[in-house]
C-alpha cells in the first residue's frame, strides 16, 4: 500500500533528481524500437539514442527515455531473481519483448564498421547511476536464468562491462527499483585493429524519466475539489480525509477508482472545517512474473494433443490429432515437442513456436504459430524419451532402435533435418545422454527378450560413441532395469540391485552401483528417476511391480542412497526440477502437491487436495496426473477434474485454471520465460 499526500509540496517532490528547465523541455520517447548507440568513425566515438521507429538519433541528454507506468511489477519469487531485491517489492521494467506501450530499447552497435576494432568487440561499461533508486540491466538465457549485464545495487565496478559484436543489436531488460528521473553514465571503449591502442569515449549520461509517481494536481472551485493524476492499469484509489492528522482516523470520500492506464479527474465535496486529503494506492493482482510459454498436453485414451498458450490464456483443445494416446518428450531448449503415440508405432515433432536465437552479442525472441513439422518416425513400441546437454533421445521397444536429435542442428534445419540412429538390441530400453561429446548410455538387451510374459527386461547398460556408433564401454550382469536419468555428467539407470550410475574419467569410463538402502522394502526398486544439471542429486520413485513405493534421493557424489521423507501415507504420482534446479515438485495420488528443496529433499511447501485423487494406477501411470514446472510457476494436469493449473510456486495459490475436456495427462513446457513487463 502506498500513500499520496495530496499537496503542492508533494508535487514538486515528485522528480527525485532535480534538472534544468531546458533539461525538463526536452523531446519524450514512449514506445517504439530504440538502441542506445554505440558507433566510432573518423576516430572519434559516437554514442547516442537511436529511435529507428522515428528514423531520429539524439544526444545522450537530448532526449528523455519514458519508462512508463505499465512497467511498473513486483519481483519475482524465484530465488533466481534475488539480485533485485526482496520477493514482491516494486520495480519498473522495460522488457526484453517488445510491447507497444513501453520503449523497446536495446544496446546497438549496427553503424560500427568491421574490421575497427580487434575481434569486431567494443566494450560497453556502466559508471554512474544518479537517480532515486538503482538500475539492473540483465538477460535471460535459454533455460529462462537471468543474465546480469549491469547492477548498481551492488556497487558500480569492473564487472559491470557488456562486450558488444560490431554490427549489431541486442534487446534487454531494464529494470529500475524506484519511480523518479535518473541519469545513466555509459562509457565505450576498444582495442584498434590497426594500431593496437586503446581508445575510451567520454562518460556520456543518458535520462530516463521512470513511472508517473504521484503526478498530482488539485484545484478548488468553491466547495469542490478536483483530484486529476495518472493512474495505473493493476491499481485502484480511494480519496480519504482525515481531519487531523494526529488521530491519524482517515474517512472515505466516494467509493475506490479503478486504474484505466490514463489520466483521472476525480470531484469531491470539500470537508468542513478543514483538514488533509490523500489518495490510498491498492495494487492488486496481475503483478506476478508473467509466461511467455505454451502447454501442450495429451490426453489418457484421446488421440489428440492440445495446447494452452500462457500469456494470452487461450485453451486449444484437440489442436492437433495423432494416431493414438501419446507421452510427450521435450528438447532441451524447450522449443519443441516430441508426441510419441505409444498404441500408434509412431512418434511426431511439433514445433511450439516460441524460441530464442543466439545472434552472438544478443538474444533474439520469437512468438510465431505452433505447428506440426513434417519430421514423422514409424517404428515399433515407441516409449522412452530422454533430454539432456542439447540432445534428445526416443528408445523404441522391440528393435532397440534409439533415434537422436540435436537441437541445434534440428533449429537449423527445420523439416529437413533427420535424427541419427544407434541400433542398440532389441529390448525394452533407454538411452541417456552422458559426458562430453556424443555419448550416449544406452541399457543393455537382456538375451530372452523379447518374451510376452514375462518381459524380460535389460541385464546392463552400454556406453556408445555416437560419431563411431561403436560401443566405448560396457557393464553387465545386473537385472530387470527400468527407469534412467542424466545431469550432463552421469547418468543413472535403476535396476533390481539399486541404481547404477555412470560417468566419464580421465582414464576413460566408470560405474558405479548405489545398493538398495535398508529402508527401502523387500522386493521394491527403483524404478522412475529424475535428474537436473544443475544437481548431484536424483530423485527416485520405487516400484514392486506397478506399484509405487517410497521416493529416495541418490547423491551421485557420495554414491548413497537414502529415503524422502514425505508427509502423510500417499504415494507420488509426478514430480519434476525446476528449470533452474533449486525446487523438486511433487504430486501425490491423494491429490496433494509437495515443493521440496531439491538439493536437501526437505519439504518446504505444501498444498492439499490441488486435484482430484488419482485411483487408477495400471499401465504404468498412464492415468495419472502431469506435472511441468517452470520458473516461479507449477502446472499440473487435473484427469478426473478435466483441467490444467497453474500454481505459484511461491505461495502454492492456483494463479489460473484451465478447463479442458477428456483425460489431460502428459505435459510439456515450451517457450522462454520472461521477466513481468507491467
Known amino acids: 500500500m502506498n500513500l499520496i499526500r495530496i499537496s503542492r509540496m508533494l508535487v514538486a517532490g515528485a522528480a527525485a533528481l532535480a534538472l534544468p528547465a531546458q533539461v525538463e523541455a526536452l523531446p519524450v520517447l514512449t514506445s517504439g524500437h530504440t538502441d542506445v548507440g554505440v558507433n566510432y568513425e573518423n576516430g572519434a566515438w559516437d554514442l ?61 552497435t549496427e553503424e560500427l564498421a568491421a574490421g575497427v576494432f580487434s575481434n569486431n568487440v567494443v566494450n560497453l561499461a556502466l559508471k554512474s547511476v544518479r537517480g532515486p533508486g538503482g538500475l539492473v540491466v540483465y538477460q535471460l538465457d535459454t533455460f529462462g536464468s537471468p543474465v546480469v549485464s549491469f547492477n548498481s545495487l551492488d556497487g558500480i565496478d569492473a564487472n559491470d562491462a557488456r562486450a558488444l559484436a560490431a554490427g549489431g543489436h541486442t534487446h534487454v531488460n531494464w529494470v529500475f527499483t524506484a519511480p523518479g528521473q535518473y541519469r545513466i553514465g555509459f562509457q565505450a571503449s576498444g582495442m584498434l585493429a590497426a594500431t593496437g591502442e586503446t581508445t575510451t569515449s567520454e562518460i556520456v549520461e543518458y535520462l ?43 474517512e472515505n470520500l466516494g467509493l475506490a477508482i479503478t486504474g484505466t492506464g490514463s489520466k483521472v479527474e476525480e470531484r469531491f465535496a470539500l470537508q468542513s472545517p478543514g483538514g488533509f486529503y490523500r489518495a490510498q494506492v491498492n495494487y492488486g493482482a496481475g503483478v506476478n512474473l508473467g509466461v511467455l510459454a505454451r502447454l501442450f498436453i495429451a490426453d489418457a485414451t484421446n488421440a489428440a494433443l492440445s495446447m494452452i498458450d500462457l500469456e494470452t490464456g487461450v485453451v486449444s483443445p484437440e489442436l492437433f490429432t495423432l494416431n493414438s494416446r501419446a507421452t510427450l518428450g521435450s528438447t532441451p531448449n524447450a522449443r519443441y515437442c516430441l508426441a510419441v503415440e505409444l498404441d500408434g508405432d509412431k512418434a511426431e515433432l511439433f514445433d511450439s513456436g516460441i524460441y530464442v536465437e543466439d545472434h552472438g552479442d544478443h538474444w533474439h525472441y520469437y512468438q510465431e504459430n505452433a505447428h506440426r513439422m513434417s519430421i514423422s518416425l514409424l517404428g515399433d513400441n515407441p516409449v522412452h524419451t530422454v533430454s539432456r546437454g542439447g540432445w534428445l533421445t526416443l528408445h523404441w521397444d522391440l528393435t532397440g532402435r534409439v533415434d537422436i536429435f540435436n537441437e541445434t542442428q534440428l533449429a537449423v534445419l527445420g523439416n529437413a533435418y533427420v535424427p541419427s540412429v544407434i541400433m542398440a538390441g532389441a529390448q525394452h530400453g533407454s538411452a541417456v545422454p552422458v559426458g562430453t561429446n556424443q555419448f550416449f548410455a544406452i541399457s543393455k538387451p537382456n538375451p530372452l527378450y523379447p518374451v510376452t510374459v514375462p518381459n524380460p527386461l535389460p541385464v546392463g547398460v552400454d556406453v556408445w560413441d555416437l560419431a563411431t ?20 555428467r552421469t547418468a543413472a539407470f535403476g535396476f533390481t540391485q539399486g541404481v547404477l550410475l555412470l560417468w566419464q574419467s580421465e582414464n576413460g569410463w566408470t560405474n558405479y552401483m548405489v545398493t538398495n538402502p535398508p529402508t527401502m522394502p523387500a522386493s521394491y526398486r527403483i524404478g522412475d528417476l529424475r535428474g537436473h544439471d544443475s544437481s548431484e542429486w536424483y530423485y527416485g520413485l520405487s516400484f514392486l511391480s506397478e506399484t509405487a513405493g517410497d521416493m529416495f534421493l541418490i547423491n551421485a557424489t557420495n554414491l548413497s542412497m537414502e529415503k524422502v521423507a514425505l508427509p502423510g501415507d500417499s504415494f507420488a504420482v509426478a514430480y519434476e526440477f525446476s528449470p533452474d534446479g533449486a525446487i523438486f515438485g511433487v504430486v501425490l495420488a491423494n491429490g496433494d502437491f509437495l515443493k521440496l528443496d531439491a538439493k536437501t529433499a526437505r519439504v518446504i511447501g505444501s498444498r492439499t487436495s490441488l486435484i482430484a485423487p488419482s485411483t487408477r494406477h495400471e499401465n504404468h501411470g498412464q492415468y495419472h496426473p502431469g506435472l511441468a514446472m517452470g520458473l516461479g510457476r507449477a502446472y499440473i494436469t487435473d484427469p478426473a477434474g478435466q483441467q490444467v493449473l497453474e500454481v505459484d510456486l511461491e505461495t502454492l495459490s492456483t494463479l489460473r485454471t484451465f478447463p479442458l475436456n477428456g483425460m489431460p495427462t502428459k505435459v510439456t513446457l515450451h517457450g522462454v520465460l520472461v521477466a513481468p513487463t507491467r
Not at 529507428?52 to 505499465?70: F, H, N, Q, R, S
Not at 511489477?73 to 531485491?85: K, N, R, V
Request: glycine share 14%; net charge negative; charged share 15%.
Open 48 to 108: 547516442h539514442v537511436h529511435a529507428e521507429d522515428l528514423g531520429e538519433e539524439y544526444e545522450p541528454g537530448g532526449v528523455w527515455i519514458k519508462v512508463g507506468a505499465t512497467s511498473r511489477t513486483s519481483i519475482p519469487g524465484s530465488a533466481a531473481f534475488s539480485f533485485l531485491g526482496a520477493s514482491g517489492s516494486p520495480i519498473w521494467v522495460l522488457p526484453a519483448v517488445q510491447k507497444s506501450d513501453l520503449v523497446f530499447l536495446g544496446l546497438g
Open 208 to 250: 530516463f524519466d521512470v513511472g508517473e509517481g504521484p503526478a498530482l494536481k488539485i484545484t478548488q472551485a468553491g466547495a469542490e475539489a478536483k483530484l486529476e493524476f495518472l493512474s495505473e492499469t493493476n491499481a485502484t484509489y480511494q480519496i480519504q480525509y482525515c481531519a487531523a492528522l494526529g488521530t491519524n482516523v482517515w
Open 469 to 488: 556408433s561403436n560401443r566405448v564401454h560396457s557393464v553387465s550382469g545386473y537385472s530387470n532395469m527400468h527407469g534412467e536419468a542424466g545431469n550432463g
